[in-house]
Structure formats: C-alpha cells, structure tokens
C-alpha cells in the first residue's frame, strides 16, 4: 500500500442541540469567541481528487456552503441520531452535479436507521430528482473508501454500539461513553485523534472532559482535539485547563494526515 496525504476539515464540534443553544443566554451562548459557535459534528477529509465526509447533520447546507464542499465522493456515517444524519438530503445535490447515486456507509443498523428515516428517497413517487440518492453500504470490517484504507472502530454510545474510524495516522470517534479494549488497541500509536467530551457533568451517553482526557493521555497522540461540545465549556478557559497535546477542537480546524491508499 502507498500513503498519501489527505487534509481533514473540522466543519463542526457541537453537541446535539449546537451551541449557541436556541433560548439560551449563558456566557457561552452569547460569547463573541467564534470558537464558542459550534456547528453539529462532522468532519471532511480532502485532497486533490476526493473528498469523504464524516456524518451530515442538521447543519451540513450551511457546512457545505461554508467550507465550498463542492464534490462529495462518499458519506461514512458514525450513527443515525438526528444531528448526524439529517442533512442527508442536501446530498441531492451532488447527485444533480455528479449524476451518480452517493455511496453511504454505516453498520447494518444505522443504514437501516437511515432507509427508515429517508423512506421517501428509497420509494420516490415520481422521476425529477427531488429526492436524495443514496448507495447505501454496510460496514462489516475495514473497507476502502475511494481508495483509502478505512478501519472501523467500535465505540459505545450509552448501549448502542456505533462507529468510530481510523484513517492511517488519525481516528474520529465522536458520541463515545466506552470504548472497548480492541478500539483502544485499534488506535494506539494514532498521530491525531479527535474524541468527544461533552461537558465536565457526567452523562449517560458521552464522555466528560474527564474522561475523554484519560483516555488521550492513554493514547498518548501528538495532539488530541474534543468533539461534540455542548455550551458549558467555554473554549479559551477549558483549552487553558487541559493538559499539553489536548485541546477543544474548534469549527473550521484543519490539518493534514497520512492515510494508507488500497492497492488499485
Ligand atoms: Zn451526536
Ligand atoms: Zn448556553
Ligand atoms: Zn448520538
């Protein structure tokens, strides 16, 4: 396998609701910090020829606009609550442009979490391209997606198992509370990694900063950027706090990785 690089764009680092939050007054809410807005999670990975984004939420029309996200080769989908999945649609307009179906990948569950979701892309009731087309794949093991060598990670999000992944000197994993010992084996020796840390509370279904941080210090990767924020952090004061290497990551944070290409 040859290793090529690909530059990985933060489109957005917030909780489920996004921060600000609607109705909310706090400090966070109404600071003039651009790096306390934070958009609903997911990532893009780019280079010359492709482009493979991680989840499409509830904020991806203004990610896409934003970030020029011109060319989507392929969707890869953590899983399917609300804010990772529902800018699917928008990706119709790729279809217009590209005039292919968008390959989506996602565990067996989450692809069927999205067939139920967008029933109406799978039955369209007319021709005229109103409706999203999708080529939903099933993850089962690593995979190529458009030619780079992708690993799966198991992650858990309360009880229910999703999707992390590692892409060669780099791993996502947002909406994590556990990870198993094989996930933390499957990352060990990772340059970059971004994890979630939603606050400094406990929660039952992500990790708290706390936690997010042992973990880091257990990978030990050059630098470690937090995900999936909600508005009790503020992002100048909780990077002050946080060890050397760690941070919050912020919307529109960008920076190159090493990826293995599969042979072909
Ligand atoms: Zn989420
Ligand atoms: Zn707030
Ligand atoms: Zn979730």
Redesign the pocket.
Known sequence: MSSSQFQVVVLGTG??AGVPVITCDCPVCTSDDPNNSRL??SILLRNEEKTILVDC?SDYRQQALRYRINRLDMVLLT?A?S??VSGIDELRLYNWKQRHAIPVYGSPHTLADVRRRYDYAFHPMQNGGGVPQLDLIPVEGPFDAAGVAVTPLVAYHGALPILGFRFGNFAYI??GSFLPPATLEAIRGVRFLIL?ALRHRPHPTHFTVEQATAIAREIGAEHTWFT?ITHDLDHATTNRELPEGIDLAHDGLQFDIDVEMAPG
């Open positions: 909780t489920s609903r999670s939420g899983h609550h804010d990772h947002t909406d979630n999936h």
